[in-house]
């Protein structure tokens, strides 16, 4: 396996000045002492400033609404995971013993955190414009492949706003059940829209989740009736 600063230099284009940043950047907290959470929040937070600044000359006639999405899709943890799949980063990660038994090295959650971390480290260590070279050449052939923004809004926005353009009353969201123990509860949501018939129940790990299921339903429900985007 390469030495850390050989990793890096291939994968991000970065030549480090201190390995031991790094390092802790790829350190889970499972593991104790010096660990990646607030390289994380500062990597997140770097990241999120460099992305909007893309998307700001990327898409130059976009609202501040879309652009928002645009950057929530970006960054978001499912696009995060992805990359350090990507990456092969799970293979750097140092984890205690149990997250590595219970496959830590693989959950989406810790590899997207990284991912941030390591991101945080390199401003630490080379500074704003160092990290934003870096982000931009990451993330800037993704902007091209970024689905529309009418795409990316979430399916409850999209009902609501195909039933209000067409002056239909808006769904009603019922919680018809709740299971499991409180730590770990699963619902199911219905979403019925007065008037077309249409009653859908979905499924999710919180309320919400539930909620934006059932709206996706009952949209590829009214796509029989309607073009709805």
Not at 32 to 60: I, K
Request: aromatic letters at 6%; charged letters at 20%.
């Amino acid at each position: 396996m390469k030495t850390l600063p050989q990793w890096l230099l291939i994968v991000f284009g970065y030549e480090c000045r201190d390995v031991r940043i790094f390092e802790a950047a790829l350190t889970h907290r499972s593991v104790g002492g010096q660990h990646n959470e607030r390289l994380e929040f500062l990597g997140d937070a770097v990241l999120n400033c460099v992305t909007a600044d893309l998307l700001y000359r990327h898409f130059p006639q976009a609202p501040e609404g879309e652009l928002s999405r645009y950057r929530a899709t970006l960054v978001s943890g499912e696009a995060l995971a992805a990359l350090a799949a990507e990456l092969n980063l799970g293979e750097r990660m140092q984890m205690g013993a149990g997250e590595l038994k219970s496959g830590g090295f693989r959950r989406k959650s810790i590899l997207a955190d990284a991912v941030e971390a390591l991101l945080g480290a390199i401003y630490m260590d080379g500074g704003f414009n160092a990290a934003a070279a870096v982000i931009e050449r990451m993330f800037a052939p993704r902007l091209s492949v970024l689905p529309s923004a009418a795409q990316l809004k979430d399916p409850k926005t999209r009902l609501q706003e195909a039933l209000q353009a067409r002056a239909m009353p808006l769904p009603e969201y019922v919680v018809v059940g709740v299971t499991g123990e409180p730590h770990v509860q699963h619902f199911s949501v219905s979403c019925e829209i007065a008037g077309l018939s249409i009653r859908t129940i979905g499924e999710g790990s919180s309320r919400r989740a539930a909620e934006q299921e059932s709206a996706k339903l009952a949209i590829e429900q009214l796509r029989v009736l309607w073009k709805v985007p």
